[in-house]
């Protein structure tokens, strides 16, 4: 997760954990039923709408102090349209960009969309498309929406689950270890743990983070040899019981839920996933731990020590392995695939 | 929170973020009752004993992934003893050694303390004791601690109250304002929330931190005058549910509650304080939010919002301001007071 | 599961434990406030309206099999009108109504109110007004709001608290002991708890019950000497966890919170007490024990046992023991006291 | 509390609800590994040890104000062994006595056990030992064990899992619907909720109780057509979170998990379901609700309605269906089966 960056290391020799890349800033989710995604968002799992335009709404959680974290766009086929990252600095926007640039995986600069300025946008190697930016729009809750509390920068409504803020992203890649080794080289990413299988050769998922939190991204390995899928997005919510509680208000509204409330065995996280009305899965995600190492040392688990990558027993059904979006087993075309630079 | 790094500064004209210091990484608290305080933080509070040597414990949270993130130490009075600081590199532990230094804050090299490497020594401008080190040594659980899961450094053993790990520690400081300049402009902390009186004029309290943790440092007034003192030392647990656990735990075994279980309207921390048999202030902690903003705008909080401190009513007992380990009004003798030096 | 075994009863001319009150059935709530009051119940707590007629509302929990607990009665002052309990049986309720006509408490039949059939209405000692009937309306709950569980009543909505079911009751009585006395001779209840200060000779409160819950009627004594008042009327929760969203959800839309959340020692029950916005107190509550033992031994507190009467500390403030609806210290007129017959 | 009414016991010829059946009392458990057990509910679930006799350890949760709920017997194979039900009065007693005698059922007086005085015992139907009792011995803590909680029968230790009290069990029986009807007609138990196959020609389990709590004593079906077989021993904590906890602490442990922590759908039950070391199915539960009107209209579940028998998806592992103790398919001989009464 160390990188060579040319204009630092003619101060010190040793290279130094890159910190140019601060959270994860918005997803992009594309559903082929917009009415009935929003519903699920809005009502079911209690984010607020910031804004429409065109095709899409934007959304958030009443803890995102960015005005939109969520970005719902209709489309023909559900998935992930732009994973937008927020740099640490003007600097580091435009060092990201040069380095990205030069590995051939950009796209170019972009004049940003609702909530955030120009950014830089690019193909991540499975071709998954991603952008950089570092101008970002506070929330200003309008006066029905304002908290109580000072420092939250919306209401807690009460409606529905009341997810607090987007939390991480699970993208399905082709050849995990190549995308593994983009976002620790050219983003910065930590890597915090990984699936190994056949002795180390068959890279089965790796999680990984820009800061504390134990993953904002993760690629987990596409079954289907697909490019460009999602796995899942996930929404944090603060206690266990606020995910049981998720849990009772999905069945209530009829909702699919593929697999928990349980936990993983791998990153602690405390999960729910379910599908949104549009196809896309979605977790409803607590628990999991904290790194703040600067040299965390990852946690690989093989065959025999991953299991059923649940703790507690129990499996994980087999759609959790073979499903993402868009469903390519349901006959719809994949994204193209991206032209992959040699360099990975 | 952006400061002037010469290193730095000859290839980008504006200043970035600092990002030196990783994260909290031991306290060492003084405790006129070595035996009781032991019971404290091992039986009820459920920590483990990593090392003993000379007159200290050196405990951990079973989360920790560090050998050991509290040490407890014999000592005439309670009060906080040596805060070590965990730097992100190597190079970044001689930039703030360099730079303490000009400030003239420095003590100077120390060769490390059990489980972690060289580090320098230094005080903050009311005159605590820090250092900041790069090698730590991990935890390595023997094997009737290895937890069933590869990615929790212990068994989560279920004995008393279970405290995941350390998060952190408030600090009495006679001038909030200098000492927050320091930790703002030598350690690279941002400010997050900030409680001012008197139309901004008296800075009652500042939280800060070098990572997405709320909170790893607050300054809050020292309304005795005193130096060198201890607010509290937090602990932390991964629900609300578990601090309301705690409470009980804690009434069981006869431990005096001085607050909480509540939540803070500043930090949205949920709390619950107690006393250590030693006298120092500790808290159990769960909930407050995660900061990944480069650009956090600071929150204020002035007499009539703070109010009583707490969120849904009721007050903070006086003693909560009035009481600090060493204990002045005990008739103790505070530490000496330090020489501050010049610049702040 | 109905028996017939006339043989038994000449048998045992020893008394056994009455059992002709199952539970709490309804309760009907005063306020001058009614749409506001009607908002608070419905959306900050989650009810549901299920009737409407004349100046009342008739409300329900998503748990309560009943058509409804809750009838809310706009009326010049706050306060509590008419209480309803259920019989366990016809059979039941005709005895019950015999010795309360014998003890010269009773007021008549009544031809029931919405949900219940035919009752038989009387006064306690203090001159509040209660009632017991046997025929009940089920719960069935229109097609928008049925549930996926066919054992719950009513959908979970997730809208605001979410309370479950009605609980219990404490009403204000200038004389605790007379009134703790009919409650167990002519109802039937158990006596769980008492605080009796004075080495016994002031009763301050009695918690009694004519089920395995902790409490469904407790008496507290009326400082201000009124008659027919209300302390409080409790609603459940299932978690301690769903009580804490409860007070964010309550300081979200303004109600003033009392105490809590926080947990008594006598009952053990985590409370949080609000006041509806015609000034009623409603508790939003959880935890606290069943009790099954047909002999169960009465829990006494003396002054210093009760203490501040929480469990972890801090206290209830002056409020808490001077407050009731209607409140006499703000000059309204109390309801007019009863003739209190001389059996008591 | 009680009440002498000689007058009502002739007045009313039809049937009342019986209730001689105040709650369950003490269940012993089988197992050929006593000391793995012992450790299994004294170190894992926190249970205490009140008392030791021969081959047995007499068990209680720290909620349980009975000095003993749990019955801890050394034996060749797994399974359980008397079933004690208290009665609500010494009549009560008789009455029960007199009635299962004449329903050839019983097996005659004893001297009681430790903690209870003399019962009358007899099979049910399906063969299981029962016995039931009016005399019970309060457990009095010694001083370590005193709680700080008046009302609290024993100190919450924070050992382990911290079961709070016994909730019910579950018999296998091969045919359910006989020993429903034993319970409902002898015992006087009300039906809560069944699972009805074939046009509800197969009575696949059956939920009873004889009290507020939802079941005390189920009746599932033993699909090997065995005898007198457990099911499962059921333990109560108060919140949903104590069971994802009680989870954590049996994974570290090596305790295998066969189900679990999740939700019913029939019940609302949430269970964690475990095997002891010696083999028999024990569930720490939270949840479901209480039951208190007297004409409960018990809810039935058909094969589409009832599902996997789970809430929220998931399904119950086949071992779930399949197993039992002793358990028949390990070719341990059943209890021998018993004769079964004509009246059934």
């Not at 082709?174 to 002795?199: K, P, T, Y």
């Not at 899965?281 to 790194?291: A, W």
Request: charged share 25%; hydrophobic share 35%.
């Amino acid at each position: 997760m160390y990188v060579s960056d040319p204009a630092v290391v003619c101060l010190s020799m040793a290279p130094e954990p890159l910190h140019d890349i601060a959270h994860l800033g918005s997803v992009e989710l594309l559903t082929p039923r917009p009415d009935r995604s929003l519903w699920y968002f809005r009502d079911v799992l209690g984010m607020t709408v910031a804004h429409e335009a065109g095709d899409s709404a934007y959304l958030r959680g009443y803890g995102d102090y960015a005005v939109s974290t969520l970005k719902l766009t209709a489309a023909r086929t559900a998935g992930v349209g732009c994973i937008a990252w927020r740099a640490t600095s003007p600097e580091a926007l435009e060092r990201r960009a040069r380095a990205i640039e030069a590995a051939e995986l950009g796209i170019g600069w972009t004049n940003g969309d609702f909530g955030r300025g120009r950014g830089y946008r690019f193909h991540d190697p499975d071709g998954h498309t991603m952008e950089i930016y570092y101008e970002e729009q506070k929330y200003r809750a309008p006066a029905e929406l304002r908290s109580s509390l000072k420092n939250q920068p919306q209401k807690y409504a009460g409606r529905g689950v009341g997810v607090r803020r987007s939390d991480h992203l699970a993208l399905l890649a082709s050849d995990v270890a190549a995308n593994r080794r983009f976002a620790a080289g050219l983003l910065g990413f930590q890597l915090r743990e990984q699936v190994m299988f056949d002795q180390g050769k068959t890279e089965l998922g790796s999680w990984m983070s820009p800061n504390a939190v134990h993953h904002q991204l993760a690629y987990v390995r596409d079954v289907k040899g697909g490019h460009g899928r999602l796995h899942h997005f996930s929404l944090w919510v603060d206690n266990r019981e606020d995910v049981l509680r998720a849990a009772d208000i999905l069945a209530e509204n009829g909702i699919f839920i593929e697999a928990g409330p349980a936990k993983h065995n791998n990153s602690q996280g405390f999960y729910l996933y379910s599908y949104e009305p549009g196809g896309n899965r979605v977790e409803i995600y607590s628990g999991s731990y904290l790194v703040m190492a600067p040299d965390w040392e990852p946690v690989t688990w093989d065959e025999r020590e991953r299991g059923s990558g649940t703790y507690w027993g129990g499996a994980l059904p087999e759609s959790f392995i073979q499903y993402g979006t868009p469903d390519i087993a349901a006959g719809d075309t994949p994204l193209d695939p991206p032209k992959l630079p040699v360099f990975f």
